[in-house]
Structures are given as structure tokens and as C-alpha cells.
């Protein structure tokens, strides 16, 4: 089985740039999206089960390649970061689309693709929609529970019912917070990280056209970032900290 | 303008819809409800959805096109972006016209929200619900569309609810609630109608169970009121919290969650358990 994981590089922390209204992410650390290491559990599990290759694909800056290359040591036998200038400002849709071309070109023969719900800094959830629908395959999110049999069996919490699906391979889903405790490091492959190197694509060889990636490939534009300050306080309440509480709740009306 | 509204069963979007004028046409993914466009038969998957829309479209080309925010439509959504090219605005919670263009205001959690256009047509844009509309009686038109057999839903199971989700006011606790504290807490939640979930650490060992966790790998949350109890403040708890009031209890100063809370007690919890006994009636009883 040939199951590749989307995994997004996001800042630990979000600040925004008040004048740009761009995230900041100099002097920021990096991190993988939460959701899309759980997404790399279920699929280390199904490749643990039937075998085959677990593959991450990334799109970030060049940098993150340090970063990247510590997937390794989670069980990956091929980590691909995609990078280049022209990427830079791609919206979900351009962001679909060089994944799909990704997997058509590099990868066509995948099984299944899975990553997180939504990542941390962008939190749209829409990339995994977008991008089955542009690899015509079937895509179901939320998912609680990612089985295989002869099709591969899906649990999912919609509102306020499990669902249950079956889908024809290849397919794409995405997973829930909760459907794991996340990754841990594998003992056999901690040397990998030191032995196998990120392979790195630009579009010089990829070669996507200029219209569809990046800025110019975007379809939805921020206008304008606005910060909401929530009323906080650094003031230390040092006793009768019950009285200040009960206070509190009292103008609230809930007691 | 012509608007096209897409919902499941309950129309919980056109009052915003309204608001901006226009002709409004309604899309159901249930057969049974009322609106001008509903499926000859039973939407199950974003597949179905999205040729069911197409269908819709070739009828009707809408300027901009609304979806609830049911799972079942956000899934559609998003594929029927990717099918055609076109920008889908997420989860917009309100809505404006600037010059004849329709920008939609997205929280971006860590209370950031950004104002996001679209460039191409139909504009699509998913909606936070709002309240539900009772629809006056249409006579829909039936739209057929090609079924998949790519994927099945093969049985849907009622689930219960999860209190915690819904709660006004939610009480988390963190390492620095012993075990021995836990029935306090949860007397003190009982008489403020309060729901209690917690930390990571703790439903590891097993003190609360799973769905009580709140944070990245758990629920999030959206209550009013947070009083959070020896909780320290990481980062991959807070993130799950979405509280318009923040409370923290907690004997370390230099805890981060006082960083986000309104109200910050620097006390031992079962200190202020023990003092809130004296102050607060429905919790001495």
C-alpha cells in the first residue's frame, strides 16, 4: 500500500504583523501541524498492517528541510518538500492544485493520501476536498477510525451521528482530533533520519504553469487581518481570590 | 445578484443572506425540506453533493453561492471548489458588500479575523450558522445527478451530544487539582451549571475520561465563561479553548495562562475550593 501524508509546517506560535497583516514566522519556531501527525499514526499503522511505503509531502520554505527531515525517525520511507518562490502566497485552491500535480507526477501510483482536518495557522479545512475533487477521487473528513479490509472502512462524527463509509482506492481523508494519541519515534528507524535526505522539488522540475500556483493561482485574497483583544489582566489576585471569582460570576448573571 | 443558499434540512443562513438584498434561491440537500432546488434522491458524500450542485448551477447561475457550515456541505463545498476553481471563503461569520464585491470576515483563531474576497464567479462562501429560518412552503424542482460508487455511506448511528461542547460556562482542570479535589470540582461545577473537562496529562491517567479533554488533540470549546484550575497554560491546551472570559487558579505566578486570563488567582485551587464553600451558597449546600 502506497499512502502518502500531507504534512503542513506551521509557526508554533501565531503572531501577526499588525502593518503587513501577514503571519510572522522569523524568529519563530516551526512545528508540524498537530492533526497531520495524527493523520501519519493512522498511516504508519496501515503500513505496518500490509506494508508497502509512506511517503510526506510537504510544501514550505527550504529551510524547513531540517525540520522535515526529522520524519524520518517516525517510520516515513520518503519525505518530498516541494518549495519554490512561485508557491509563495498559493490559497487553498493553488495549494490543491500543486499537491494534485504532485501526486500525478511523482507519486501516481498512490493508494491513499491523509492528513489532518485543519491546520493551525490557516484552519480553512478545504484542502482535502479540493484536492480529491482535482484527483477525482473520494474524500471523507472527520474521520474517528480508518480501517482496511478489501475497501478501506471509514468512521466518522458528523454532527450528531458515527458514520460509517466505504471507499474505492484510491481515496483521500482526513482525521479528527482524538482518532490517536499521535506518532511516536521508531527505534528502527532513529538512524534514518541521518541516512535518508529530503528530496526537494522546485518547479523548475515540476513545471506547473504560473496561472494556476502561488499568488497568481489564488482565487480568495485577505484584505485585512484583524486582531481582537481579549480583556486580560496580569494583575495577580494573591488572596481572596474566591470572593473576586464568585464576584465575577455574579455580574454574569450565572449565579 | 443572484444568491444561491445551500443547506441541509434546516435553513440556518438566509437571514444573513437577506441582509445583502438580491434574489435568493434556496438548494436543499434533503429532499424533504423546503427550498427551490432539492435531489431526487439522498446526498450522502461530497461527490454526490458536488454534482448535485452542478446541476443546480447549469439552471440557475448564481453570482455567489452560500453553504451552512453541516459538515456534509462544508465537504461539498470544498470539492466543488476544487471541481471547478473556484475560491471558497471559509467559515464566514459576517458578511459585507464593498463596491458590489462580497467580503467575508474568517476567524483565524488566536482571536485573529481576517476580511477575505474572493476574485472568481460564483463567489462561494461558507457561513456560520445563524438561527434557524422556518421556510414557507416551496414546490421544488427535483434535480437528479450521478450517484458515485466510489464511496458508500454504509450506516449512520445517532450520537449523543457532547455537553461539554455546548456548556455556558466550562470548568478545566489541570495537574494542580489533586485527585482527592476531584468531587469538590465537581459540586462546585454542579452549582454554577458548569461542565468540567481537563488537560491532557490528566485524561492519560485516566482521571477524566477522553471526551473531556480539551486542546489540540482533543474538543474545543466555545463557552463564555472558562475557569481553568491548575492549569498551567500550554499551548496545545489553550488552543482548544475559545472563551469569551478567561478564569485561572493557579499556585505558580509564572503559569502562561494568566497571560490570557481576566480574572487571574494566584492561589492553591483547593484553597479557593475551600474559601469559595464560604462564598458561594448553591456550593456549600
Excluded at chain 1, 508540524?32 to 510544501?59: C, H, Y
Excluded at chain 1, 529530503?198 to 504560473?210: A, D, G, M, Q
Excluded at chain 2, 453541516?70 to 465537504?75: A, H, K, P, S, Y
Aim: glycine share 8%; net charge neutral.
Amino acid at each position: 500500500m502506497k499512502i502518502v501524508v500531507n504534512v503542513k509546517v506551521v509557526p508554533e506560535e501565531i503572531i501577526i504583523d499588525k502593518e503587513t497583516g501577514s503571519v510572522i514566522r522569523e524568529n519563530v519556531k516551526s512545528i508540524f501541524n498537530p492533526l497531520d501527525l495524527l493523520a501519519a499514526e493512522e498511516g504508519r499503522k496501515l503500513k505496518e498492517e500490509f506494508g508497502g511505503e509512506l511517503i510526506a509531502v510537504s510544501m514550505a520554505p527550504l529551510q524547513e528541510g531540517a525540520l522535515l527531515s526529522t520524519l524520518f525517525k517516525y517510520g516515513f520511507d520518503r519525505v518530498i518538500l516541494l518549495t519554490d518562490r512561485a508557491f509563495a502566497g498559493s490559497d487553498t485552491i493553488a495549494t490543491a492544485f500543486v499537491l494534485s500535480s504532485v501526486m500525478k507526477k511523482l507519486i501516481p501510483d498512490y493508494d491513499l493520501i491523509l492528513q489532518g482536518d485543519y491546520s493551525l495557522d490557516g484552519a480553512t479545512g478545504q484542502l482535502g476536498g479540493e484536492m480529491a475533487a482535482l484527483l477525482d477521487i473520494p474524500f471523507v473528513s472527520q474521520a474517528s477510525s480508518v480501517k482496511m479490509d478489501e475497501s478501506l472502512q471509514v468512521e466518522r462524527l458528523a454532527e450528531e451521528s458515527m458514520e460509517r463509509y466505504t471507499l474505492k482506492l484510491p481515496a483521500l481523508v482526513s482525521v479528527r482530533r482524538g482518532i490517536n494519541n499521535g506518532i511516536a519515534v521508531n527505534l528502527f528507524s532513529l538512524m534514518d533520519e541521518r541516512k535518508k535526505s529530503v528530496e526537494i522539488y522546485t518547479n523548475k522540475e515540476l513545471k506547473l504553469p504560473e496561472g494556476r500556483i502561488g499568488k497568481s493561482g489564488s482565487k480568495t485574497e485577505v484584505m485585512n487581518v484583524i486582531q481582537v483583544e481579549l480583556p486580560f489582566s496580569t494583575e495577580l489576585i494573591k488572596d481572596g481570590g474566591a470572593k473576586h471569582l464568585t464576584d465575577f460570576l455574579e455580574k454574569a448573571g450565572v449565579i | 445578484m443572484k444568491f444561491l443558499i445551500v443547506v441541509n434540512k434546516y435553513n440556518s443562513i438566509i437571514e444573513k443572506a437577506r441582509q445583502l438584498g438580491g434574489e435568493i434561491f434556496v438548494a436543499s440537500f434533503d429532499k424533504k425540506s423546503s427550498a427551490n432546488f432539492v435531489p431526487s434522491c439522498e446526498i450522502t458524500n461530497a461527490i454526490e453533493g458536488c454534482s448535485f450542485l452542478e446541476k443546480v448551477c447549469e439552471e440557475l447561475t448564481p453570482d455567489v453561492i452560500f453553504f451552512s457550515s453541516d459538515l456534509i456541505l462544508r465537504e461539498a463545498a470544498s470539492y466543488f471548489s476544487g471541481k471547478k476553481g473556484l475560491g471558497l471563503i471559509a467559515h464566514s461569520k459576517k458578511l459585507k458588500m464593498n463596491s458590489d464585491r462580497l467580503i467575508g470576515t474568517v476567524p483565524g483563531g488566536n482571536n485573529l479575523f481576517a476580511e477575505v474576497l474572493s476574485v472568481s464567479c460564483p463567489v462561494l462562501l461558507i457561513l456560520k450558522d445563524d438561527k434557524v429560518v422556518e421556510m414557507p412552503p416551496i414546490k421544488p424542482k427535483y434535480v437528479s445527478f450521478k450517484t458515485s460508487d466510489l464511496i458508500q455511506r454504509d450506516s449512520v448511528k445517532k450520537a449523543s451530544a457532547n455537553p461539554i461542547k455546548t456548556a455556558r460556562i466550562v470548568i478545566g482542570v489541570g495537574r494542580g487539582v489533586k485527585h482527592s479535589l476531584m468531587p469538590e470540582v465537581e459540586k462546585f461545577a454542579k452549582s454554577i451549571n458548569g461542565e468540567i473537562g481537563c488537560t491532557r496529562p490528566l485524561a492519560d491517567i485516566g482521571m477524566l475520561p477522553e471526551e473531556r479533554m480539551i486542546g489540540e488533540t482533543g474538543i474545543s470549546i466555545s463557552p463564555d465563561i472558562y475557569i481553568a484550575l491548575g492549569i498551567s497554560g500550554a499551548l496545545q491546551h489553550v488552543s482548544g479553548v475559545n472563551a469569551k472570559h478567561i478564569i485561572a487558579v493557579n499556585s505558580n505566578p509564572n503559569a502562561p495562562i494568566f497571560s490570557k486570563s481576566e480574572i487571574s488567582i494566584n492561589q492553591p485551587v483547593e484553597v479557593v475550593l475551600k474559601d469559595l464553600k464560604k462564598c458561594l451558597k448553591s456550593f456549600s449546600l
